[in-house]
């Protein structure tokens, strides 16, 4: 089955740039997502179809995906940001989520 | 605009089967373009695809779990279901929906969940 493997966490000092990767083969050939969870809450998607915003997200998240990794980067991090996000896509149908990266700003 | 709410019991015996809904309102929920989803998440630990499902009533479904779900749909409630047979202790987590789909213009991104509803499976 497909995979998707994300570092377990990333730290990160205010105002700095924050970079998630998440590798899977071959992962350049599909869209990857990108999705934000705080604590007690629902996820949130913060980047669609490799490197699009949706509406309301900040533009200091950004995102790329080329070869077998996925790139979610956060610009000028802000406590807010504090969060684990997940990377995601599709394979044949199936869904399929990262291991998921705890992001830490101090 | 859409929102989506799960029910269901919050406590399951080991060995039977997990019963959930998922409620959507405030939109349209017939839209060719959606698929309904089901995710969760064992406490402290990653989100898990569950499946999908359309209005037609087309479904896939996550290999790891394929034999044990059954995703359906009522369009006359604008409601789909998930049940998940023969549970164990490792099938606790909270429960999400979700929708999947191109309504929002967002690809085939989960654009619209649910607030989550926790099952514990225990005796």
């Known amino acids: 089955s497909y995979e998707l493997t994300q570092p377990p966490s990333v730290s990160v000092s205010p105002g700095q740039t924050a970079r998630i990767t998440c590798s899977g083969d071959k992962l350049g050939d599909k869209y990857a997502y990108w999705y934000q969870q705080k604590p007690g809450q629902s996820p949130v998607v913060v980047i669609y179809?490799?490197?699009k915003r949706p509406s309301g997200i900040p533009e200091r998240f950004s995102g790329s995906n080329s070869g077998n990794t996925a790139t979610l980067t956060i610009s000028g991090t802000q406590t807010m940001d504090e969060a684990d996000y997940y990377c995601q896509a599709w394979d044949s149908s199936t869904g399929v989520f990262g291991t998921g990266t705890k992001v830490t700003v101090l | 605009q859409v929102q989506l709410q799960e029910s269901g019991p919050g406590l399951v015996k080991p060995s039977q089967t997990l019963p959930l809904t998922c409620t959507v309102s405030?939109?349209?929920?017939?839209?060719?373009?959606?698929?309904w989803s089901w995710i969760r998440q064992p406490a402290g630990n990653g989100l898990e695809w569950i499946g999908r499902i359309n209005t037609r009533g087309s479904t896939n479904y996550n290999p790891s779990l394929k034999s044990r779900v059954t995703i359906s749909v009522d369009t006359s409630k604008k409601q789909f279901s998930l049940k998940l047979n023969s549970v164990t202790a490792a099938d606790t987590a909270v429960y999400y929906c979700?929708?999947?789909?191109?309504?929002?213009?967002?690809?085939?991104?989960?654009?619209?969940w649910g607030q989550g509803t926790m099952v514990t499976v225990s005796s």
């Open positions: 405030g939109g349209s929920f017939s839209s060719s373009n959606n698929y």
């Open positions: 179809q490799d490197s």
């Open positions: 979700a929708r999947v789909g191109d309504s929002s213009g967002y690809g085939n991104a989960f654009d619209i």
